[in-house]
């Protein structure tokens, strides 16, 4: 039914509960599966001496994303799926956009992503990734809640 599985990877539980999710419907469905990891690089945190530390921590965020993706393809190759990634540098902006330009580029016939499950004011607040890509993506999307979501 499906043959290419986009999986957005974050790192976080949600995206966690996510990627599994994923890496089970590649399997059964012998789909071609890619996790993609945003990169944003946008910090506007000035260090003790009022300059901008930018280069620090945009390495720090580029191993972190090396991480997550080494991450999602060993749990891949463990189930017996192979996957290709793509880990992507962005200044600012929602991931969602890069999410779903990813679908369209790729092309993919299915976004599997994990979400927080956010209600309320936290919602409100933090604004939801899982939701914008719903809204605005093309093709199906599957949203994982993560165990930990809100009740």
């Known amino acids: ?13 949600a995206s966690t509960a996510g990627m599994l999710e994923a890496i089970k ?33 945009i390495d720090i965020l580029r191993e ?18 192979t996957a290709d990634t793509k880990c992507m540098e962005a200044v600012g902006g929602r991931a969602a956009f890069y999410i779903v330009k990813e679908a369209e ?3 993919a016939d299915l976004i599997v992503m994990g979400t927080h499950g956010l209600r309320g004011i936290s919602r409100l607040v933090m604004g939801s990734d899982a939701e914008n890509v719903l809204r605005t993506s093309h093709v199906p999307v599957l949203l994982v809640k993560s165990p930990h979501a809100e009740r």
């Not at 972190?64 to 799926?81: F, M």
Request: charged share 20%; with cysteine.
């Open 1 to 13: 039914m499906y043959q290419h599985i986009l999986c957005p990877i974050d790192g976080s539980m």
């Open 64 to 81: 972190n994303g090396d991480k997550i993706i080494r991450q999602a393809l060993a749990a891949a190759g463990k189930s017996g799926v």
């Open 105 to 107: 580029r790729w092309p």
């Open 25 to 57: 419907l590649a399997k059964e469905q012998h789909a071609e599966l890619h996790f993609f990891h945003v990169i944003d690089t946008y910090i506007p945190i000035v260090d003790m001496a009022g300059d901008f530390n930018v280069t620090y921590m």
